[in-house]
């Protein structure tokens, strides 16, 4: 697998952390984007968002 901690700039883009343990937001490293599609299973959710409910969770 490829990491890296790049800073994005985009109208649309789409974010997958692939960390089950250490999932950061996409906006913790300065990334921006005008339309975001976030893919998350439920600890990746909980992880970043402290949250288990997926509703509240995706707000």
Not at 21 to 42: E, K, M, P, Y
Not at 53 to 59: E, L, M, T
Request: charged share 20%.
């Amino acid at each position: 697998m490829l990491e890296g901690d790049a800073i994005v700039r985009a109208k649309t883009a789409v974010y997958d952390p692939q960390s089950a343990f250490n999932g950061i937001s996409f906006t913790a490293n300065g990334s921006t984007a005008d339309r975001l599609a976030v893919i998350l299973n439920q600890l990746e959710m909980r992880n970043i968002t402290g949250n288990d409910d997926p509703f509240k969770g995706a707000q």
